[in-house]
């Protein structure tokens, strides 16, 4: 996952993603984005700002990014802590500002990698659904990776 994300070195072979190299979508179209366990949440921004980030950094205009930032942040259900820091979310909430994060960015793959393993039972199954409906409505293609239940 971490070499079709771009994020390593392949020791033999060849990755492509949408036919180019994933380097190369990042460099030039940024149509990929990365869910890590750890939320990598930036403790001085609110949830609104840690959302704003991937397109803050895009330079998108302040309006443009903002009516997106709230259209994610409502399709994650977090619309009422907006204004909240990362120290007042719970490890469910963390999560889906994580997740908002990258949808906004609108990528054609989102890679997630153990996004849910940190979380007890009954938050991980909510965003196992959660994350379903946001598929079906974003059109996104989602690679995820989570561990075995062993036996």
């Not at 070195?9 to 492509?16: A, D, L, R």
């Not at 938050?123 to 036996?151: C, S």
């Amino acid at each position: 996952m971490r070499m079709a994300a771009g994020l390593g070195e392949t020791t033999n072979g060849t990755i492509t993603v949408f036919g180019q190299e994933p380097k190369d979508i990042i460099e030039k179209t940024n149509d990929m984005a990365f869910v890590f366990q750890d939320t990598n949440l930036l403790p001085w921004r609110t949830v609104l700002d840690n959302v704003m980030l991937p397109l803050e950094l895009r330079g998108i205009n302040k309006r443009k990014r903002k009516d997106e930032e709230l259209r994610v942040i409502d399709m994650v259900g977090l619309k009422d802590y907006l204004k909240s820091y990362p120290r007042q979310l719970s490890g469910g909430m963390k999560m889906r500002v994580s997740i908002a994060r990258a949808l906004a960015a609108k990528p054609k793959l989102l890679f997630m990698d153990e996004p849910f393993a940190a979380l007890d039972e009954i938050t991980r199954q909510a965003l196992q659904m959660k994350l379903l409906q946001i598929w079906e409505k974003e059109n996104t293609t989602i690679l995820f990776v989570t561990p075995m239940k062993q036996k």
